[in-house]
């Protein structure tokens, strides 16, 4: 039973930043917008939260720098979105080759800049935010010792991330118009939707999901962020369209490559897998990836103007 455990605590550990990824490609798909720059998003507010982190560390110790810190992570997401969108929205740009573009720029920036700032590209922090227990909801049976003990806030962030989106996307006016804008953006523009600002919303909640996603990625695995994240925009993406653009079957598709990673992460912890090289373990989440989107893709929709640049006079 502690292996049960073990592998459902690690599990979560890697469900939570794929799920919020996820959810932030949700958003700016669903308003017409292509994300590719899930990648690049995630090492920019990472590489950002973990310098403020590490900066301010000292004076402000435990939970309130974490948080601190994963806000800075959104707005520097935010702030990477608004080069995506406009490209995309205004310049009617390429929308994959404008996600390329930041996936190649954000490893190369975080590099860089850590070395001006630390001499080295990997950025240290003291890693004190797991919190041991909690009093109470910790002795529940079975639950207990999965969401209550040895747990990091980011965990029950993002289920309210989750239930949040459920509720923008499809119980809000403001999530109406943002499904029409990715459906049919002439229809929304005929009855006075601003497709422009729905589009600009979509993209840069999801820059503010993204980039919160790749500081929950690193806090809870390491003690040192080197300006990657290890491929997870790419998984994320791979979970969205698992998914099939809804919110609940993200978060299953999210548990699933959770899952994958904790094998190839934990393999030589967890007793009865078979002895083979961990290197194998290592790619099981790709392989995982290729066969799940090869074999459920054809029965995947995407809205019907995802990635096409709006036109005013387009029918």
Same mark, same amino acid.
């Given at each position: 039973m502690n292996m049960f455990y073990f592998i459902a605590q690690q599990t979560m550990v890697f469900t939570i930043p794929l799920m919020v990824v996820a959810l932030g490609g949700l958003f700016s798909e669903k308003s017409g917008v292509v994300n590719i720059a899930l990648e690049g998003k995630?090492?920019?507010?990472? &590489?950002?939260? !973990?310098?403020?982190?590490?900066?301010?560390? =000292? $004076?402000?110790?435990?939970?309130?720098? @974490?948080?601190?810190? #994963?806000?800075?992570?959104?707005?520097? *997401? +935010?702030i990477v979105s608004l080069f995506h969108a406009y490209a995309a929205i205004n310049l009617k740009a390429n929308q994959i080759i404008?996600?390329?573009?930041?996936?190649?720029f954000a490893p190369a920036f975080a590099v860089y800049v850590s070395r001006i700032v630390t001499g080295t590209q990997n950025v240290h922090f003291i890693n004190q935010f797991r919190i041991e227990t909690i009093p109470g909801l910790s002795s529940i049976p @079975?639950?207990?010792? !999965?969401?209550?003990?040895?747990? &990091? #806030?980011?965990?029950? /962030?993002g289920f309210a991330i989750l239930a949040i989106s459920a509720f923008v996307l499809y119980k809000t006016k403001f999530g109406l118009r943002l499904r029409a804008c990715g459906e049919h953006p002439q229809a929304a523009d005929s009855v006075g939707v601003s497709v422009v600002k /729905?589009?600009?919303? *979509?993209?840069?909640i999801s820059g503010a999901l993204a980039g919160l996603g790749g500081l929950v990625w690193v806090v809870p695995i390491s003690a040192i962020f080197s300006g990657n994240v290890s491929g997870y925009g790419f998984l994320a993406l791979a979970v969205l369209i698992f998914g099939s653009w809804?919110?609940? $079957?993200? #978060?299953?598709?999210?548990? &699933?490559? *959770?899952? /994958?990673?904790?094998?190839?992460?934990?393999?030589?912890? +967890? =007793?009865? #897998?078979? =002895? !083979?090289?961990?290197? &194998?373990?290592?790619?099981?989440p790709f392989i995982a990836t290729l066969i799940v989107l090869a074999f459920t893709s054809k029965n995947t929709s995407a809205p019907k103007a995802v990635g096409q640049p709006y036109d005013k006079g387009g029918r």
């Open positions: 995630m090492i920019m507010g990472g &590489f950002t939260g !973990i310098m403020f982190i590490t900066t301010f560390q =000292d $004076r402000l110790p435990g939970q309130p720098i @974490f948080m601190l810190g #994963l806000l800075v992570a959104a707005a520097t *997401g +935010i404008s996600g390329v573009a930041i996936n190649m @079975f639950i207990g010792e !999965i969401f209550f003990r040895d747990v &990091f #806030l980011t965990t029950y /962030m /729905m589009r600009y919303a *979509g993209v840069l809804k919110p609940l $079957r993200i #978060l299953f598709a999210a548990i &699933f490559f *959770g899952l /994958m990673q904790t094998i190839a992460a934990s393999s030589s912890a +967890i =007793d009865f #897998l078979p =002895d !083979i090289p961990a290197h &194998f373990y290592r790619m099981l």
